[in-house]
């Protein structure tokens, strides 16, 4: 039984990423910046331009009247 009323031990990803990096808290915190900043990175330069012609943005359905 847990102290804390919304923490039931299944406290989910973050949770599980928070626990298992190195560190007291300052560097958690600057090590979880890092990482969502690689991934922020790595999205917008190789998984976003990948699927850009597979999504259907230029399908539009207003005509000109």
């Not at 990803?13 to 979880?32: C, D, E, F, Q, T």
């Not at 991934?39 to 207003?62: G, I, Q, R």
Request: glycine share 4%.
């Amino acid at each position: 039984m847990s102290l804390v009323p919304w923490c039931d031990e299944r406290d989910g990803m973050y949770g599980w990423i928070w626990r298992h990096l190195p560190g007291n808290a300052w560097v958690k915190a600057m090590l979880s910046l890092l990482l969502v900043t690689a991934v922020v990175y790595v999205l917008f330069n190789y998984v976003f331009p990948w699927a850009e012609p597979l999504l259907p943005f230029n399908d539009v359905t207003v005509d000109n009247q």
